[in-house]
């Protein structure tokens, strides 16, 4: 088994294929990990893909690497024992497949492996950069102009959603690509000059689709400044270039106001379902600026800005029902959504109540938009702690590399966008991350 899974063929059809799935995610997101084909949508395939990484990696990795990761898969088989606890007390069924929907959070944790595993097989070149540079181009004149109607019909027929880039799918694409670009570039100044061209592009557009992301980009941008060396000859080509950034800059802010003007037309507003606009209305027209925006009133956290008061309640609620479950150890489980998308929380006259304002546009969202907030309602007290400890091990792991600044610049700013929005739950996303993490910061003893 182990000859056959690291041939140089295998090895090369599984390369061949996560391109293809990284391609995919970063030009399309959402909207291509929702592809059905043969009954299953890519990002079960390939969170399947991940689940059977996990498990056969003690196959396909040498003895050495193995032992080097040996307090990994220690804290990852705590995790698996903990799902079966949390599984068995909360009569979650292991036929359904909703069960691992909710537990998704673990079996994405198999391409950490497969990021090891390839570690030497994946060699990047300057065309290859290049081409890396045109997708995060295209991805930013998409996220404000959209993709022609010819694309969206294709995701419409074969997807079950369509959407644009949210706000944590452009962080990591602008974080993961400037990362690979600052490290392969042999000349310096190159790499600083498509590195500050990258942030005038993209920091407009990051402060009006999301400030978490926002927010996130500077803390990656400060990071990387301070890690790295720029240097840049005084010249005159170098003068011209700072005139180029300062004109991208301008050229940016006003162009990526169309996001905004697009997205809260009066038109498009009055499309809105009723539900979209309880939602827009809870989050956008209740910001109080007589408010701090955070303060506390009857033993509850708020905040006068309306979008982060409507997470912060979000986020107590849920505490909550965990606490008036007595399922703090083990958590809520997997059998079914969170209460707090369930149970009406919205009053009308007569303090009746009418409606849900959480479940998002399309009526479906189930997720607390806090990646471990999420750990700790599904899995308790037990997830959440051996979740903490396995990413202080990546810590460590980068540190022993001497890649703890490399790490940071990557790590800081992605958990940071996960810790207000619900990007870890998403199939893509933590793919790539838990890969790229394996790829870069884990050292292969092969």
């Given at each position: 088994?182990?000859?056959?899974?690291?041939?140089?063929?295998?090895?090369?059809?599984?390369?061949?294929?996560?391109?293809?799935?990284?391609?995919?995610?970063?030009?399309?997101?959402?909207?291509?990990?929702?592809?059905?084909?043969?009954g299953?949508r890519?990002?079960?395939?390939?969170?399947?893909?991940?689940?059977?990484?996990?498990?056969?990696s003690?196959?396909?990795?040498?003895?050495?690497?193995?032992?080097?990761?040996?307090?990994?898969?220690?804290?990852?088989?705590?995790?698996?024992?903990?799902?079966?606890?949390?599984?068995?007390?909360?009569?979650?069924?292991?036929?359904?497949?909703?069960?691992?929907?909710?537990?998704?959070?673990?079996?994405t944790?198999?391409?950490?492996?497969?990021?090891?595993?390839?570690?030497?097989d994946?060699?990047?070149?300057?065309?290859?950069?290049?081409?890396?540079?045109?997708?995060?181009?295209?991805?930013?004149?998409?996220?404000?102009?959209?993709?022609?109607?010819?694309?969206?019909?294709?995701?419409?027929?074969?997807?079950?959603?369509?959407e644009?880039?949210?706000?944590?799918?452009?962080l990591?694409?602008?974080?993961?690509?400037?990362?690979?670009?600052?490290?392969?570039?042999?000349?310096?100044?190159?790499?600083?000059?498509?590195?500050?061209?990258?942030?005038?592009?993209?920091?407009?557009l990051?402060?009006?689709?999301?400030?978490?992301?926002?927010i996130?980009?500077?803390?990656?941008?400060?990071?990387?400044?301070?890690?790295?060396?720029?240097?840049?000859?005084?010249?005159?080509?170098?003068?011209?270039?700072?005139?180029?950034?300062?004109?991208?800059?301008?050229?940016?802010?006003?162009?990526?106001?169309?996001?905004?003007?697009?997205?809260?037309?009066?038109?498009?507003?009055?499309?809105?379902?009723?539900?979209?606009?309880?939602?827009?209305?809870?989050?956008?027209?209740?910001?109080?600026e007589?408010?701090?925006?955070?303060?506390?009133?009857?033993?509850?956290?708020?905040?006068?800005?309306?979008?982060?008061?409507?997470?912060?309640?979000?986020?107590?609620?849920?505490?909550?029902?965990?606490?008036?479950d007595?399922?703090?150890?083990?958590?809520?489980?997997?059998?079914?959504?969170f209460?707090?998308?369930?149970?009406?929380?919205?009053?009308?006259?007569?303090?009746?109540?009418?409606?849900?304002?959480?479940?998002?546009?399309?009526?479906?969202?189930?997720?607390?938009?806090n990646?471990?907030?999420?750990?700790?309602?599904?899995g308790?007290?037990?997830?959440?702690?051996?979740?903490?400890?396995?990413?202080?091990?990546?810590?460590?792991?980068?540190y022993r590399?001497?890649?703890?600044?490399?790490?940071?610049?990557?790590?800081?700013?992605?958990?940071?966008?996960?810790?207000?929005?619900?990007?870890?739950?998403?199939?893509h996303?933590?793919?790539?991350?838990?890969?790229?993490?394996?790829?870069?910061?884990?050292?292969?003893?092969?």
């Amino acid at each position: 088994m182990y000859k056959i899974l690291n041939s140089s063929n295998f090895r090369n059809f599984v390369i061949y294929v996560l391109s293809l799935f990284f391609i995919g995610s970063f030009l399309f997101a959402r909207s291509f990990i929702g592809i059905t084909i043969f009954g299953y949508r890519i990002g079960e395939i390939f969170i399947g893909l991940s689940l059977l990484g996990l498990l056969l990696s003690p196959v396909y990795l040498k003895k050495e690497t193995k032992h080097n990761l040996k307090d990994v898969y220690l804290i990852i088989s705590l995790i698996l024992l903990g799902f079966f606890f949390s599984a068995f007390e909360s009569n979650s069924f292991f036929t359904e497949p909703y069960t691992y929907r909710a537990s998704s959070y673990i079996w994405t944790m198999g391409f950490l492996f497969l990021g090891v595993w390839l570690k030497k097989d994946i060699v990047i070149n300057i065309n290859q950069l290049f081409l890396i540079e045109i997708v995060l181009i295209i991805v930013y004149v998409v996220s404000i102009l959209n993709y022609p109607n010819f694309i969206q019909e294709f995701f419409y027929n074969t997807s079950d959603k369509y959407e644009l880039h949210k706000g944590s799918d452009l962080l990591l694409i602008f974080v993961c690509i400037n990362y690979i670009i600052m490290k392969y570039f042999k000349s310096n100044e190159q790499s600083s000059r498509l590195f500050l061209f990258n942030i005038s592009l993209f920091m407009p557009l990051f402060i009006y689709k999301s400030r978490a992301a926002f927010i996130a980009a500077l803390i990656y941008i400060f990071i990387e400044l301070f890690s790295k060396t720029f240097y840049f000859k005084k010249t005159w080509s170098n003068l011209i270039f700072l005139g180029f950034l300062l004109i991208t800059l301008t050229f940016s802010t006003f162009y990526s106001q169309r996001y905004v003007v697009e997205e809260f037309s009066a038109e498009i507003v009055s499309n809105i379902p009723n539900a979209y606009k309880q939602l827009g209305e809870y989050k956008f027209s209740k910001y109080q600026e007589d408010y701090p925006i955070l303060y506390f009133s009857n033993q509850r956290l708020y905040s006068g800005d309306g979008n982060l008061n409507w997470r912060l309640q979000l986020w107590q609620d849920s505490v909550e029902d965990l606490n008036q479950d007595n399922s703090q150890l083990f958590g809520n489980g997997y059998k079914d959504k969170f209460r707090v998308f369930i149970e009406e929380n919205l009053t009308c006259s007569g303090g009746k109540p009418c409606g849900n304002n959480r479940l998002g546009l399309d009526g479906l969202n189930q997720n607390v938009h806090n990646y471990f907030l999420t750990v700790y309602l599904r899995g308790g007290f037990f997830h959440l702690i051996s979740f903490i400890i396995l990413n202080l091990f990546f810590l460590f792991y980068a540190y022993r590399n001497a890649q703890i600044f490399n790490f940071l610049k990557f790590y800081i700013p992605v958990m940071f966008v996960s810790f207000f929005d619900s990007s870890m739950e998403n199939a893509h996303f933590p793919l790539i991350f838990y890969f790229f993490i394996g790829f870069y910061f884990i050292k292969n003893k092969d």
